[in-house]
């Protein structure tokens, strides 16, 4: 039975890459390399699961790809004191403004849903978006289900594709890193060598 899971998870996760769209994947690279090339700033969002990767991405991005890059996530102390004093729905927006985010900066979202305002679902990414996108700040995603407000207001974005609706979160924060790991790896964005692969 256990057997069974772990093949029919690993085939749902095969389906799922191969529905992946190259062509998202190759605009979100394209367009985050042409604001770094722009000497702009990389914002990185994501909550639970997807402020790790933000964290981790957040890495790649500086290390691998030489873009400034940050995520609200990082900083404890600043996150918790906004949620405290507040509240929850406004931590990225306040962040953002404070960063002074423009046009000349770039925010890519880590996110299962995308936020949505309907529903009231991640509003701390909603109220973000929004005012990136009023800065006119471009937006990337690497997001599941619909995409949400991050695929509608988002200049390029990746749709993890969902394959079995009982695993829709791991299944998008898994491929996320799959997808961000090939971003960082991608011609238009790297500029330095990952340190196994050169070393000989």
Not at 10 to 26: F, H, M, N, Q, S
Not at 76 to 101: M, P
Not at 163 to 192: F, R, S
């Amino acid at each position: 039975m256990s057997l069974d899971f772990v093949t029919g998870y690993l085939a749902e996760t095969r389906a799922a890459v191969e529905k992946l769209d190259a062509g998202a994947i190759d605009a979100v690279a394209k367009g985050l390399a042409a604001a770094r090339d722009a000497g702009g700033r990389l914002f990185i969002l994501g909550v639970g699961g997807s402020a790790g990767h933000a964290s981790h991405a957040v890495n790649d991005f500086r290390k691998l790809c030489g873009f400034e890059a940050y995520a609200p996530t990082d900083n404890v102390s600043e996150l918790t004191a906004r949620v405290n004093d507040e509240g929850w729905d406004t931590t990225f927006v306040e962040w953002l403004k404070t960063s002074r985010v423009s046009k000349n900066d770039a925010v890519l979202v880590f996110s299962v849903g995308g936020g949505n305002r309907e529903k009231n679902v991640s509003m701390n990414l909603v109220r973000a978006l929004e005012h990136a996108g009023e800065r006119g700040a471009p937006i990337f995603g690497i997001v599941g289900r619909d995409g949400g407000t991050t695929a509608k207001l988002a200049k390029a974005c990746v749709l993890i594709p969902t394959v079995n609706p009982a695993h829709i979160t791991p299944h998008t924060e898994g491929l996320a890193a799959v997808v961000w790991h090939l971003l960082v790896t991608h011609p238009a964005l790297k500029v330095n060598a990952t340190k196994w692969e050169s070393t000989k």
